[in-house]
């Protein structure tokens, strides 16, 4: 009898106090879920306040490919080099006539929802290490969704930078999920829709070297990126135009740098500096392949902090070094610097701050110009800033793949 008692006794108090505990936890999320709900809400509603801004890119460029898919009867307009994006971006482009409202609404809403994927996959590779349940990763797709330059490039400049980098965040995710093809198809997505996507690629080359992707999975980039012309091919776009468009665009613009925070920013005035144009771009393959040799030689664990680390460094190197780099063309570095402050929290916290500032005031100038035509800001300035930031990046990377570093040092 004194055994049942005691037994009841114990359940009971089980029973007081794990009741309470869980439904305290489930509060908890409960308050969590609608927070973010809420603050999802702000986002969007500030989004949706901008939709009415109009800029000169959006007035020559976009605006002029959507009037042009209407007059021609939308799909078949496709057969045309009517923009200099290729085919899945005419794709976009025709499928936003098809949407109610004005063209300039519809443009930035595509924007909107590559950004909700963007922030999904945030959210996915942060919980990689802190759990689906924890806040941490909703924190974590929240501060990339709530990005300045994330909601002004879609936003405000009705840029689709989203699209590319949703599928390319997405590439980085599969990766660290160790599901090479996976990721493959979707770097093979992110090229297909924006050139800028190769920012990434050299730490897909890192990975195939490392024997973490097998080389037979890098032709789904290639694979991919064919399958999406087949459509603008079939409704009889010129196959020669379509497949160099990409190397058509690199002589689009001229200038070293255009508002990008690069190292051209220094040289700029100088004049004949034409010539640099190829010695740079061979200049950014040597400083790759150095950073691939610095991994091999290590033999470092590809862990996921360092994945992510090599894949920030790729997407900040590529485009400071490279000519004729718009200031657009750091929006994955907006987004990976963020990501990896959250596995380095005590050693790289500053650096996304840094990046997001340089970025933003990158911005500036095309957004708001000033009526004297001068720049609101000093980018060479903003030039020694990113450089910093890619110092303090490339002393992380050689720290993490010294010998004898351990995998709990990887904390921060």
């Known amino acids: 009898m004194s055994t049942d008692v005691t037994d009841e006794v114990a359940a009971g108090a089980r029973s007081t106090s794990g009741e309470p505990e869980d439904r305290r936890e489930r509060l908890r999320q409960r308050y969590v879920i609608v927070l973010l709900s809420a603050v999802i809400g702000l986002a969007m ?17 976009y605006r002029q490919w959507y009037e042009f898919v209407v007059e021609h009867g939308r799909f078949a307009a496709l057969r045309y080099e009517f923009s200099d994006q290729n085919a899945p971006y005419r794709y976009v482009m025709v499928l936003v006539t098809l949407l109610p409202g004005s063209p300039l609404t519809g443009i930035k809403a595509v924007s909107v929802c590559f950004e909700l994927l963007i922030a999904f996959f945030a959210y996915r590779i942060t919980a990689l290490r802190f759990g689906l349940r924890s806040w941490v990763s909703g924190v974590a797709a929240l501060i990339v ?8 490039n879609g936003s405000m400049w009705a840029q689709g930078d989203a699209i590319y980098a949703s599928f390319a965040l997405g590439g980085v995710y599969f990766l660290l999920r160790r599901m090479p093809y996976w990721a493959c198809v979707f770097f093979g997505l992110a090229l297909a829709f924006k050139l800028q996507a190769i920012f990434i690629l050299p730490l897909l080359l890192i990975m195939v070297l490392l024997g973490r992707v097998p080389w037979r999975a890098v032709l789904a980039i290639p694979a991919v990126y064919l399958l999406l012309d087949v459509p603008a091919l079939l409704l009889g776009a010129d196959p020669g135009k379509l497949l160099t468009i990409y ?15 690069s190292i051209w920013q220094f040289f700029r005035g100088n004049e004949g500096m034409d010539s640099m144009r190829a010695p740079a771009v061979l200049f950014a393959g040597l400083l790759v392949l150095v950073l691939c040799l610095l991994v091999l030689l290590s033999r470092a664990e590809p862990t996921d902090t360092r994945i992510l680390l090599l894949g920030t460094v790729s997407v900040m190197l590529v485009p400071f070094v490279l000519p004729s780099m718009h200031e657009r063309y750091f929006y994955l570095a ?3 610097t963020v990501l990896l402050a959250f596995h380095l929290p005590r050693r790289l916290w500053f650096v996304p701050v840094v990046v997001q500032f340089v970025s933003l005031l990158s911005y500036l100038p095309f957004l708001f110009r000033a009526g004297d035509g001068g720049e609101p800001v000093d980018f060479r300035i903003l030039a020694a800033l990113e450089l910093a930031m890619l110092v303090v990046l490339a002393r992380e990377t050689v720290r993490q793949l010294r010998p004898g570093f351990t995998t709990t040092d990887l904390s921060g």
């Open 45 to 61: 509603v500030l989004r949706i306040s901008l939709f009415r801004y109009q800029t000169t890119d959006y007035l020559y460029y």
């Open 145 to 152: 969704f709530l990005l300045p330059t994330v909601v002004l």
């Open 247 to 261: 190397v058509r665009q690199t002589d689009i613009w001229p200038k070293l740098t255009m508002n990008a925070p």
């Open 334 to 336: 907006d987004l990976l």
